[in-house]
């Protein structure tokens, strides 16, 4: 049988040539139910959210507790989570598996109804990061105020068991490593981790700032020379493409300025992007700034950076990859210090403390196709919002039916998969929501 060429559209809310900007001015929504938290966590769709206290807020009743949300933050139940000071947590793309840590890691296999400790020694865990399965989990610690490194572990069994990895050390008693941020690919296999090296530290604050990657999910490590980064300022977020080629990092304060014991002579650095998988670096067009946190879509084109212009909240916005940035006149928050972010790019959850908004814009997945065998496979990133594959086979008709055959999430570039046979006449094919 000859295969026919397959003419792929979108259509968005009945249209059938629908297109959509996501950089157009965004509609914030405060979540007037949110519990104080300190980092959070969501699903590929953005609508399942695993949240966490850290024990430093002003409901001390709250002290460690994990909450979790099915619907995009509209309502939320704490979880069975033990009291902890909790730092950091990650999700995997549906939201089943999730991993929270602090103190100590815990895991969860059902959205967080019941966690189990593990075999990871206890430390301070400043940031986790996991594959879209959740199967692959990385863990870096804070070394606070000792000397020595702070550790990476990892797990290949969704934090059943946990290694510890052959990151570089150092000997030099003057130095505190203290991994600031880690992130992973989708499919849990490139990984990169920021080292902030902190010499000096109960007398002065100098700080160099070093990255390593992972190309074989922990197993090995190598540092690489980060051309055009910063070295003197702490690195604190970082977030990846699926694929683990395009990195956003957020820095903070110039701990070089003479941040010593509490002193406020600061200064500011930008956001910077990497197209090689931190090979190398970029500083983006955004202003200077104290960068908290930072987001990345699936595909690496959609980009987001909240920092605290003056102390005030500041969100901004790329869909070129960081090549443009426009502000989207958040609502006032003291500061942002944790975001939230669909896969498509659509929908945001960005806050602090019990003070958060959230905006969706209408998402416009883009249809694609290849070649698969005999037959084609179409696929879009996972939106979020719901639509449903459609086909006709005359444009002129409005006979549109919708594809029987379910559509598979691909872990490894969230995408949603559907594997069509051609016929002998064209057949068109859509998305509608």
Same mark, same amino acid.
């Given at each position: 049988?000859?295969?026919?060429?397959?003419?792929?559209?979108?259509?968005?809310?009945?249209?059938?040539?629908?297109?959509?900007?996501?950089?157009?001015?965004?509609?914030?929504?405060?979540?007037?139910?949110?519990?104080?938290?300190?980092?959070?966590?969501?699903?590929?769709?953005?609508?399942?959210?695993?949240?966490?206290?850290?024990?430093?807020?002003?409901?001390?009743?709250?002290?460690?507790?994990?909450?979790?949300?099915?619907?995009?933050?509209?309502?939320?139940?704490?979880?069975?989570?033990?009291?902890?000071?909790?730092?950091?947590?990650?999700?995997?793309?549906?939201?089943?598996?999730?991993?929270?840590?602090?103190?100590?890691?815990?895991?969860?296999?059902?959205?967080?109804?019941?966690?189990?400790?593990?075999?990871?020694?206890?430390?301070?865990?400043?940031?986790?990061?996991?594959?879209?399965?959740?199967?692959?989990?990385?863990?870096?610690?804070?070394?606070?105020?000792?000397?020595?490194?702070?550790?990476?572990?990892?797990?290949?069994?969704?934090?059943?068991?946990?290694?510890?990895?052959?990151?570089?050390?150092?000997?030099?008693?003057?130095?505190?490593?203290? $991994?600031?941020?880690? =992130?992973? #690919? /989708? @499919? &849990?296999?490139? %990984? !990169? *981790?920021?080292? +902030?090296?902190?010499?000096?530290?109960?007398?002065?604050?100098?700080?160099?700032?070093?990255?390593?990657?992972?190309?074989?999910?922990?197993?090995?490590?190598?540092?690489?020379?980060?051309?055009?980064?910063?070295?003197?300022?702490?690195?604190?977020?970082?977030?990846?493409?699926?694929?683990?080629?395009?990195?956003?990092?957020?820095?903070?304060?110039?701990?070089?300025?003479?941040?010593?014991?509490?002193?406020?002579?600061?200064?500011?650095?930008?956001?910077?992007?990497?197209?090689?998988?931190?090979?190398?670096?970029?500083?983006?067009?955004?202003?200077?700034?104290? $960068?908290?946190?930072? =987001?990345? #879509? /699936? @595909? &690496?084109?959609? %980009? !987001? *950076?909240?920092? +605290?212009?003056?102390?005030?909240?500041?969100?901004?916005?790329?869909?070129?990859?960081?090549?443009?940035?426009?502000?989207?006149?958040?609502?006032?928050?003291?500061?942002?210090?944790?975001?939230?972010?669909?896969?498509?790019?659509?929908?945001?959850?960005?806050?602090?403390?019990?003070?958060?908004?959230?905006?969706?814009?209408?998402?416009?997945?883009?249809?694609?196709?290849?070649?698969?065998?005999?037959?084609?496979?179409?696929?879009?990133?996972?939106?979020?919002?719901?639509?449903?594959?459609?086909?006709?086979?005359?444009?002129?008709?409005?006979?549109?039916?919708?594809?029987?055959?379910?559509?598979?999430?691909?872990?490894?570039?969230?995408?949603?998969?559907?594997?069509?046979?051609?016929?002998?006449?064209?057949?068109?094919?859509?998305?509608?929501?």
């Amino acid at each position: 049988m000859k295969m026919k060429y397959l003419f792929l559209v979108v259509a968005v809310l009945g249209g059938l040539f629908t297109t959509n900007n996501p950089a157009r001015a965004q509609v914030w929504t405060w979540l007037s139910n949110a519990p104080t938290v300190y980092a959070i966590a969501s699903s590929a769709n953005g609508s399942k959210l695993v949240a966490a206290v850290d024990g430093v807020t002003a409901q001390h009743t709250l002290f460690g507790a994990i909450y979790t949300s099915p619907d995009s933050g509209g309502n939320w139940t704490m979880t069975s989570a033990p009291t902890n000071g909790w730092n950091t947590v990650a999700s995997s793309a549906d939201g089943t598996k999730l991993v929270a840590a602090g103190a100590a890691i815990y895991t969860s296999t059902n959205a967080g109804a019941t966690w189990q400790s593990n075999s990871a020694p206890n430390a301070n865990w400043y940031a986790v990061a996991s594959s879209a399965n959740g199967a692959v989990l990385v863990a870096v610690a804070n070394a606070g105020n000792t000397t020595g490194p702070g550790p990476i572990y990892t797990s290949t069994n969704s934090g059943a068991t946990w290694l510890a990895t052959s990151v570089p050390t150092n000997s030099n008693p003057n130095i505190v490593t203290s $991994w600031g941020c880690v =992130a992973s #690919s /989708a @499919d &849990g296999i490139k %990984l !990169v *981790a920021i080292a +902030n090296e902190f010499f000096n530290y109960f007398s002065s604050l100098t700080v160099i700032t070093r990255i390593y990657t992972s190309t074989n999910s922990g197993a090995s490590w190598i540092e690489i020379t980060a051309s055009g980064a910063a070295g003197t300022s702490a690195w604190n977020s970082i977030a990846s493409s699926a694929d683990g080629t395009k990195l956003v990092a957020s820095t903070g304060i110039d701990h070089n300025a003479g941040v010593v014991l509490g002193q406020q002579n600061l200064s500011f650095h930008p956001v910077y992007v990497s197209t090689n998988a931190g090979s190398t670096w970029t500083a983006t067009g955004l202003p200077n700034d104290w $960068w908290q946190a930072v =987001a990345s #879509s /699936a @595909d &690496g084109t959609g %980009l !987001v *950076a909240a920092g +605290n212009s003056g102390y005030a909240s500041a969100v901004y916005t790329s869909v070129d990859a960081g090549g443009s940035w426009r502000s989207n006149s958040a609502p006032p928050i003291s500061e942002v210090g944790f975001l939230a972010y669909s896969a498509d790019g659509c929908k945001l959850l960005a806050g602090y403390g019990s003070l958060w908004v959230t905006w969706l814009t209408t998402p416009t997945p883009l249809l694609s196709m290849a070649p698969s065998s005999s037959n084609a496979l179409l696929s879009w990133t996972i939106p979020s919002l719901d639509f449903t594959l459609q086909q006709n086979s005359d444009l002129t008709t409005t006979n549109w039916t919708d594809v029987l055959t379910p559509p598979v999430l691909n872990l490894t570039n969230l995408q949603n998969q559907v594997i069509v046979s051609p016929n002998n006449g064209n057949t068109f094919y859509r998305l509608k929501h």
